[in-house]
């Protein structure tokens, strides 16, 4: 996949791996995350979908077959998953629900309670993500 934007990090499966290891290195969402279990479905349309499980503060790419009934969905275009992981977002798209309702190019869908339950250790996913453009 290539990037829109040359300030937008390059988004793919791949990319989802570098984030799984910068979990495991994060000292905050080992704490935070320590009882959590969620599943997202990550989705740019045309390019690529990836599953994720988090569990016990670990980020583990699984295969879609394995999503439960009740899962965070998360869909954007390249620009929308530029926009997700921007280190210094315009106003209004300063997180992931604030894009779900700002940006054209960003929604947020499938299970509100596993969203809602799961909102803080998304948002550390979502910073964890930021450091990442950062660092590449």
Known sequence: ?????NTSPVISD???????????????????????DFWIDAVSPGNWRVALNFRD??????PWKDLPGDHIVISATQAGWGQVFD????????DLLALAKNSPDVTVGGSDVELVRNLRVLARLVDLGK????QH
């Not at 996949?1 to 934007?5: R, Y």
Request: net charge neutral.
């Open 1 to 5: 996949m290539t990037s829109t934007n």
């Open 14 to 36: 791949l990319w989802f791996t570098h984030l799984a290891n910068a979990v495991q290195a994060d000292g905050e969402i080992q704490v935070i995350g320590k009882y959590s």
């Open 131 to 134: 450091a990442l453009h950062v």
């Open 57 to 62: 503060a670990t980020l583990v790419l699984t």
């Open 87 to 94: 280190p210094q977002p315009k106003p209004q798209h300063h």
